[in-house]
């Protein structure tokens, strides 16, 4: 499979916890990005990582939010004490060109659900 | 003003027929275009790129570009049951070049 993944599909977790929410770009790709997609809302930009660093995280929430794409291993988005108000689906994508190249074109995982109890 | 309108549907249209899809953007920087379509509880799947000022076609999809009037449409000829779902406009933000900034999307009802 040569598509973006993310696992896991769905997580279920009781407020307070840490939830930790992966992805595997596509092979060859090297620029991942992380959208939420609350109920009933649009998607929306949270963070964009190349291997290593942290390029754009103008999106993402100041506190309890981080984000990670390390130079092995799948790029993590950690959300610590978690509230009900995070229960959302977390969509990673991935581009080969990233940045300001005039066509970005960027392929979705299959996203992660995740509920808060 | 929202920085992607688009509405909201749903649009319905019969099979066969011409569905056009339509959305407006207030980032004048943005210089790519992007429609994705997602099928309800499933992700994103793109469909269309476009960055030139004019019509682009590819197979059923027609993506057109009016920069001057911050315009982009999505047409879909011979319109099939299967491609009822919702039409997601996305322009590249233009002052970071990386982020898609999504509209809410249209809703497309087929009706055979």
């Known amino acids: 499979n040569a598509g973006v993944m993310q696992n896991p599909r769905h997580l279920v977790r009781r407020r307070g916890q840490e939830a930790r929410l992966r992805c595997s770009p596509m092979?060859?790709?090297?620029?991942v990005y992380w959208y939420r997609q609350l109920p009933e809302e649009g998607l929306k930009f949270m963070v964009y990582?190349?291997?290593?660093?942290?390029?754009?995280e103008s999106g993402m929430p100041k506190e309890r939010f981080s984000a990670e794409f390390p130079k092995e291993g799948p790029s993590i988005l950690r959300i610590q004490q978690v509230v009900r108000g995070d229960s959302a689906a977390y969509f990673c994508?991935?581009?080969?060109?990233?940045?300001?190249?005039?066509?970005?074109?960027?392929?979705f995982g299959p996203g992660t659900r995740l509920t808060v109890l | 003003q929202k920085e992607v309108e688009q509405n909201s549907g749903p649009l319905s249209v019969p099979e066969g027929a011409i569905a056009s899809l339509n959305c407006t953007y207030s980032?004048?920087?943005?210089?790519?275009f992007f429609w994705y379509r997602q099928y309800s509880g499933k992700s994103p799947e793109l469909i269309m790129s476009?960055?030139?000022?004019g019509d682009k076609e590819d197979g059923r999809f027609t993506a057109q570009l009016n920069k001057a009037s911050q315009y982009v449409s999505l047409l879909i000829r011979d319109s099939q049951p299967s491609d009822s779902a919702t039409y997601l406009c996305?322009?590249?933000?233009?002052?970071?070049?990386?982020?898609?900034?999504f509209g809410k999307g249209t809703s497309l009802l087929v009706t055979p």
């Open positions: 994508a991935s581009s080969h060109n990233g940045g300001r190249a005039s066509l970005n074109e960027q392929f």
């Open positions: 092979k060859g790709h090297s620029h």
């Open positions: 990582l190349q291997k290593e660093n942290i390029i754009d």
């Open positions: 980032d004048r920087v943005s210089q790519s």
């Open positions: 476009i960055y030139s000022n």
């Open positions: 996305a322009p590249l933000r233009g002052n970071s070049g990386y982020a898609l900034n």
